[in-house]
Protein backbone atom coordinates (compact mmCIF):
# COMPACT_ATOMS: atom_id res chain seq x y z
CA UNK A 1 0.00 0.00 0.00
CA UNK A 2 2.53 2.56 0.93
CA UNK A 3 4.08 2.00 -2.81
CA UNK A 4 1.59 4.27 -3.52
CA UNK A 5 2.95 7.26 -1.90
CA UNK A 6 6.27 6.85 -3.64
CA UNK A 7 4.78 7.28 -7.41
CA UNK A 8 1.16 7.57 -7.74
CA UNK A 9 -0.33 10.64 -7.33
CA UNK A 10 -3.61 10.37 -8.32
CA UNK A 11 -4.35 7.33 -6.29
CA UNK A 12 -2.37 9.18 -3.25
CA UNK A 13 -5.01 11.96 -3.20
CA UNK A 14 -8.10 9.35 -3.48
CA UNK A 15 -6.51 7.47 -0.63
CA UNK A 16 -6.33 10.75 1.29
CA UNK A 17 -9.93 11.78 0.63
CA UNK A 18 -11.04 8.34 1.75
CA UNK A 19 -9.26 8.63 5.07
CA UNK A 20 -10.37 12.20 5.38
CA UNK A 21 -14.38 11.20 4.57
CA UNK A 22 -13.98 7.97 7.23
CA UNK A 23 -12.76 10.17 10.06
CA UNK A 24 -14.54 13.53 9.65
CA UNK A 25 -18.01 11.65 8.59
CA UNK A 26 -19.56 11.65 12.13
CA UNK A 27 -18.66 15.64 13.13
CA UNK A 28 -20.33 16.67 9.41
CA UNK A 29 -23.37 14.09 10.29
CA UNK A 30 -23.61 15.52 13.69
CA UNK A 31 -21.69 18.45 14.30
CA UNK A 32 -20.66 18.94 17.93
CA UNK A 33 -21.07 22.22 19.20
CA UNK A 34 -18.16 25.17 19.79
CA UNK A 35 -17.69 25.52 23.12
CA UNK A 36 -14.48 27.25 25.46
CA UNK A 37 -12.20 25.83 27.77
CA UNK A 38 -10.37 27.35 30.43
CA UNK A 39 -7.44 27.18 28.55
CA UNK A 40 -8.80 29.29 25.09
CA UNK A 41 -7.83 32.62 24.07
CA UNK A 42 -9.18 35.36 23.78
CA UNK A 43 -9.01 35.56 19.77
CA UNK A 44 -10.47 32.09 19.97
CA UNK A 45 -13.40 33.29 22.64
CA UNK A 46 -14.21 35.79 19.41
CA UNK A 47 -14.22 33.32 16.87
CA UNK A 48 -16.44 31.00 19.12
CA UNK A 49 -19.06 33.76 19.37
CA UNK A 50 -19.49 34.40 15.78
CA UNK A 51 -19.47 30.51 15.01
CA UNK A 52 -21.11 29.01 18.02
CA UNK A 53 -24.44 29.26 16.56
CA UNK A 54 -23.51 27.25 13.42
CA UNK A 55 -21.54 23.76 14.67
CA UNK A 56 -21.88 22.60 11.35
CA UNK A 57 -19.86 25.37 9.17
CA UNK A 58 -17.22 25.47 11.82
CA UNK A 59 -16.92 21.39 11.26
CA UNK A 60 -16.43 22.07 7.42
CA UNK A 61 -14.05 25.28 8.21
CA UNK A 62 -11.99 22.90 10.60
CA UNK A 63 -11.71 20.12 8.00
CA UNK A 64 -11.20 22.62 5.01
CA UNK A 65 -8.57 23.86 7.49
CA UNK A 66 -7.02 20.64 8.01
CA UNK A 67 -6.87 20.02 4.70
CA UNK A 68 -5.01 23.31 3.69
CA UNK A 69 -2.53 23.14 6.29
CA UNK A 70 -1.42 19.32 5.43
CA UNK A 71 -1.06 20.79 1.74
CA UNK A 72 1.08 23.86 2.87
CA UNK A 73 3.20 21.61 4.94
CA UNK A 74 4.02 18.90 2.23
CA UNK A 75 5.19 21.79 0.07
CA UNK A 76 7.16 23.00 2.80
CA UNK A 77 8.83 19.71 3.66
CA UNK A 78 9.29 18.56 -0.17
CA UNK A 79 10.64 22.37 -1.18
CA UNK A 80 13.39 22.32 2.04
CA UNK A 81 14.32 18.70 0.29
CA UNK A 82 13.07 16.70 3.79
CA UNK A 83 10.86 14.35 1.89
CA UNK A 84 10.31 13.40 -1.31
CA UNK A 85 8.72 15.62 -4.28
CA UNK A 86 6.90 12.49 -5.08
CA UNK A 87 4.81 11.80 -1.99
CA UNK A 88 1.62 12.98 -0.05
CA UNK A 89 2.09 11.01 3.12
CA UNK A 90 3.17 14.23 5.08
CA UNK A 91 -0.12 15.82 3.97
CA UNK A 92 -2.24 11.95 4.95
CA UNK A 93 -0.39 11.40 8.22
CA UNK A 94 -0.61 15.51 9.22
CA UNK A 95 -4.89 14.71 8.52
CA UNK A 96 -4.88 11.79 10.68
CA UNK A 97 -2.90 13.86 13.63
CA UNK A 98 -5.70 16.45 13.70
CA UNK A 99 -8.36 14.23 12.74
CA UNK A 100 -7.49 12.06 15.92
CA UNK A 101 -10.42 12.52 16.84
CA UNK A 102 -12.17 14.68 14.70
CA UNK A 103 -14.23 17.51 16.32
CA UNK A 104 -15.09 20.76 15.37
CA UNK A 105 -13.05 24.00 14.63
CA UNK A 106 -10.75 23.67 17.42
CA UNK A 107 -8.05 26.38 19.04
CA UNK A 108 -5.41 23.71 17.72
CA UNK A 109 -6.45 23.64 14.27
CA UNK A 110 -5.70 27.61 14.13
CA UNK A 111 -2.39 27.48 16.04
CA UNK A 112 -0.93 24.55 13.59
CA UNK A 113 -1.74 26.98 11.09
CA UNK A 114 0.32 30.02 12.39
CA UNK A 115 2.96 27.21 13.23
CA UNK A 116 3.53 26.22 9.63
CA UNK A 117 3.71 30.05 8.97
CA UNK A 118 6.23 29.84 11.71
CA UNK A 119 8.25 27.22 10.12
CA UNK A 120 8.12 28.96 6.80
CA UNK A 121 9.86 32.12 8.86
CA UNK A 122 12.64 29.79 10.01
CA UNK A 123 13.42 27.67 6.93
CA UNK A 124 17.05 28.21 4.89
CA UNK A 125 18.17 27.79 1.81
CA UNK A 126 21.57 27.69 0.64
CA UNK A 127 24.68 27.85 2.89
CA UNK A 128 24.15 30.12 5.00
CA UNK A 129 22.73 28.52 8.38
CA UNK A 130 21.14 31.57 10.21
CA UNK A 131 18.15 33.78 10.28
CA UNK A 132 17.66 37.41 9.96
CA UNK A 133 16.68 39.55 13.21
CA UNK A 134 13.07 40.35 11.14
CA UNK A 135 12.45 36.68 10.80
CA UNK A 136 13.46 36.32 14.41
CA UNK A 137 10.83 38.80 15.44
CA UNK A 138 8.12 37.32 12.90
CA UNK A 139 8.91 33.67 14.18
CA UNK A 140 8.25 34.90 17.86
CA UNK A 141 4.94 37.34 16.78
CA UNK A 142 3.74 34.14 15.55
CA UNK A 143 4.15 32.44 18.55
CA UNK A 144 2.45 35.09 20.77
CA UNK A 145 -0.58 35.32 18.43
CA UNK A 146 -1.04 31.17 19.22
CA UNK A 147 -1.01 32.24 22.74
CA UNK A 148 -3.71 34.63 22.25
CA UNK A 149 -5.74 31.44 20.91
CA UNK A 150 -4.27 29.09 23.36
CA UNK A 151 -2.84 29.89 26.01
CA UNK A 152 -0.89 27.25 26.91
CA UNK A 153 0.66 27.30 22.99
CA UNK A 154 3.08 29.83 24.95
CA UNK A 155 5.32 26.14 25.37
CA UNK A 156 6.29 26.75 22.05
CA UNK A 157 8.51 29.11 23.21
CA UNK A 158 10.94 26.37 24.53
CA UNK A 159 10.83 25.26 20.61
CA UNK A 160 12.12 28.44 19.35
CA UNK A 161 15.08 29.33 22.05
CA UNK A 162 16.01 25.17 21.33
CA UNK A 163 15.84 26.49 17.54
CA UNK A 164 17.63 29.86 18.71
CA UNK A 165 20.77 27.59 20.25
CA UNK A 166 20.68 25.36 17.06
CA UNK A 167 21.34 28.79 15.06
CA UNK A 168 23.40 29.96 17.74
CA UNK A 169 21.10 33.44 18.15
CA UNK A 170 22.82 34.81 21.55
CA UNK A 171 23.89 38.21 20.59
CA UNK A 172 21.85 41.19 22.07
CA UNK A 173 20.06 42.05 18.54
CA UNK A 174 18.27 38.59 18.15
CA UNK A 175 17.11 38.76 22.18
CA UNK A 176 15.81 42.13 21.73
CA UNK A 177 13.67 40.89 17.84
CA UNK A 178 12.43 37.83 20.37
CA UNK A 179 11.34 40.22 23.25
CA UNK A 180 9.37 42.64 20.50
CA UNK A 181 8.21 39.80 18.71
CA UNK A 182 6.15 38.13 21.39
CA UNK A 183 5.18 41.29 22.64
CA UNK A 184 3.98 43.19 19.27
CA UNK A 185 0.15 41.31 19.15
CA UNK A 186 -0.24 42.22 22.79
CA UNK A 187 0.91 45.82 22.05
CA UNK A 188 -2.15 46.14 19.93
CA UNK A 189 -4.55 43.87 21.92
CA UNK A 190 -4.07 45.13 25.30
CA UNK A 191 -5.25 48.83 23.97
CA UNK A 192 -8.41 47.16 22.47
CA UNK A 193 -9.49 46.11 25.67
CA UNK A 194 -8.56 48.44 27.32
CA UNK A 195 -10.73 50.75 25.12
CA UNK A 196 -13.53 47.74 25.41
CA UNK A 197 -13.17 47.98 28.70
CA UNK A 198 -12.32 44.60 29.17
CA UNK A 199 -9.09 44.60 29.93
CA UNK A 200 -9.60 43.62 33.64
CA UNK A 201 -12.11 40.61 32.28
CA UNK A 202 -8.65 39.35 30.29
CA UNK A 203 -6.34 39.86 33.17
CA UNK A 204 -8.40 37.81 34.98
CA UNK A 205 -9.09 35.57 32.64
CA UNK A 206 -5.65 34.57 31.72
CA UNK A 207 -4.44 34.67 35.53
CA UNK A 208 -7.58 31.95 36.30
CA UNK A 209 -6.49 29.80 33.54
CA UNK A 210 -2.02 29.65 34.68
CA UNK A 211 -3.99 28.55 37.84
CA UNK A 212 -5.32 25.16 36.15
CA UNK A 213 -2.42 24.49 34.17
CA UNK A 214 -1.06 21.10 36.07
CA UNK A 215 -0.83 17.27 35.14
CA UNK A 216 -3.86 15.81 34.57
CA UNK A 217 -5.99 13.15 33.22
CA UNK A 218 -9.62 12.96 31.55
CA UNK A 219 -12.35 10.15 31.02
CA UNK A 220 -12.85 8.32 28.21
CA UNK A 221 -13.70 4.41 27.23
CA UNK A 222 -11.09 2.14 27.67
CA UNK A 223 -10.94 1.27 23.36
CA UNK A 224 -10.09 4.72 22.67
CA UNK A 225 -7.34 5.36 24.85
CA UNK A 226 -5.79 2.13 23.86
CA UNK A 227 -5.79 3.89 20.73
CA UNK A 228 -4.41 7.09 21.63
CA UNK A 229 -1.65 5.36 23.44
CA UNK A 230 -0.66 3.24 20.60
CA UNK A 231 -0.66 6.59 17.93
CA UNK A 232 1.39 8.42 20.45
CA UNK A 233 3.76 5.55 20.83
CA UNK A 234 3.83 5.42 17.02
CA UNK A 235 4.67 8.97 17.05
CA UNK A 236 7.59 8.93 19.81
CA UNK A 237 9.05 6.24 17.39
CA UNK A 238 9.21 8.20 14.90
CA UNK A 239 10.62 11.05 16.02
CA UNK A 240 13.11 9.29 18.03
CA UNK A 241 14.33 6.96 15.04
CA UNK A 242 14.70 10.39 12.88
CA UNK A 243 16.58 12.53 15.48
CA UNK A 244 19.42 9.28 15.56
CA UNK A 245 19.79 9.29 11.99
CA UNK A 246 20.25 13.29 11.74
CA UNK A 247 24.22 12.83 11.21
CA UNK A 248 23.75 11.07 8.28
CA UNK A 249 22.64 14.54 6.26
CA UNK A 250 23.49 17.71 5.44
CA UNK A 251 24.02 20.46 8.09
CA UNK A 252 21.27 22.24 5.88
CA UNK A 253 18.82 19.00 5.98
CA UNK A 254 19.91 18.84 9.77
CA UNK A 255 18.96 22.29 10.78
CA UNK A 256 15.49 22.15 8.93
CA UNK A 257 14.42 19.29 10.41
CA UNK A 258 15.49 20.14 13.84
CA UNK A 259 12.86 23.25 13.32
CA UNK A 260 9.85 21.01 12.57
CA UNK A 261 11.29 18.36 15.51
CA UNK A 262 11.75 20.80 18.00
CA UNK A 263 8.27 21.79 17.43
CA UNK A 264 7.38 18.23 19.60
CA UNK A 265 9.11 19.45 22.68
CA UNK A 266 6.76 22.34 23.20
CA UNK A 267 3.92 19.73 22.38
CA UNK A 268 5.39 17.76 25.34
CA UNK A 269 5.55 20.27 27.34
CA UNK A 270 1.65 21.36 26.50
CA UNK A 271 0.76 17.84 27.81
CA UNK A 272 2.42 18.74 31.35
CA UNK A 273 0.19 21.95 31.37
CA UNK A 274 -3.30 20.38 29.93
CA UNK A 275 -4.20 16.61 30.42
CA UNK A 276 -1.32 13.95 30.15
CA UNK A 277 -3.94 11.01 28.76
CA UNK A 278 -5.46 11.09 27.11
CA UNK A 279 -2.49 12.48 24.88
CA UNK A 280 -3.97 15.25 22.57
CA UNK A 281 -2.04 14.21 19.34
CA UNK A 282 -2.17 17.38 17.15
CA UNK A 283 0.30 18.38 19.32
CA UNK A 284 2.56 16.66 17.28
CA UNK A 285 0.60 16.69 14.45
CA UNK A 286 3.55 18.85 12.32
CA UNK A 287 6.49 16.77 13.58
CA UNK A 288 4.83 13.79 13.12
CA UNK A 289 4.31 14.64 9.20
CA UNK A 290 8.23 14.58 8.68
CA UNK A 291 9.43 11.75 11.28
CA UNK A 292 6.26 9.58 10.39
CA UNK A 293 7.11 9.72 6.49
CA UNK A 294 10.31 8.36 7.17
CA UNK A 295 9.44 5.91 9.40
CA UNK A 296 7.02 4.27 7.05
CA UNK A 297 9.34 5.14 4.03
CA UNK A 298 12.95 4.61 5.11
CA UNK A 299 15.47 5.18 2.26
CA UNK A 300 15.85 1.50 1.53
CA UNK A 301 19.45 0.15 -0.23
CA UNK A 302 21.18 -3.18 -1.15
CA UNK A 303 18.86 -5.61 -0.27
CA UNK A 304 17.52 -8.79 -1.44
CA UNK A 305 14.17 -9.28 -3.20
CA UNK A 306 13.02 -11.23 -0.44
CA UNK A 307 13.95 -8.88 2.24
CA UNK A 308 11.89 -5.80 0.22
CA UNK A 309 9.37 -7.87 0.41
CA UNK A 310 9.21 -8.73 4.24
CA UNK A 311 9.70 -5.48 4.97
CA UNK A 312 6.97 -3.66 2.54
CA UNK A 313 4.86 -5.96 4.88
CA UNK A 314 5.91 -4.65 8.27
CA UNK A 315 5.53 -0.88 6.98
CA UNK A 316 1.81 -1.48 5.35
CA UNK A 317 1.02 -3.32 8.38
CA UNK A 318 2.13 0.11 10.67
CA UNK A 319 0.66 1.93 8.14
CA UNK A 320 -2.76 0.79 8.58
CA UNK A 321 -2.65 0.50 12.83
CA UNK A 322 -1.88 3.92 12.34
CA UNK A 323 -5.50 4.59 10.08
CA UNK A 324 -7.25 2.08 12.89
CA UNK A 325 -5.80 3.62 16.02
CA UNK A 326 -7.11 7.17 14.46
CA UNK A 327 -10.35 6.40 13.54
CA UNK A 328 -10.72 4.67 17.23
CA UNK A 329 -9.60 7.46 19.54
Not at 113 to 133: D, N, W
Request: hydrophobic residues 60%; glycine residues 6%.
Amino acid sequence: MLKLFGKNMGLQVLLILAVVLVLWWQPLVSPPAMALSEYDGVLYGLIVKMLGGLPRLAVVIALLSVVGEAIALNLLLANAGLVPQTTLLPTLLYIVGMSAPATTLSPLVLVNAILIVFLYQLRIKGSLLTISTEKICSATALIGICTMIYLPAAAFLISYLLVAVMFRLYGWRDWAAMILGLAAPYVLLIPVLYVSNRLDWWLDATAATMGHLGINTTGGDTLSLIADIVLAAIIAVSLIGLWGKLNEKTMQWQTNASTVMLLAVGGLAMLFCTHLLPVTIAYFAIPFALCGTHLLLPERTRRSAGSKRSHNWIYDSLFILILVAALLC
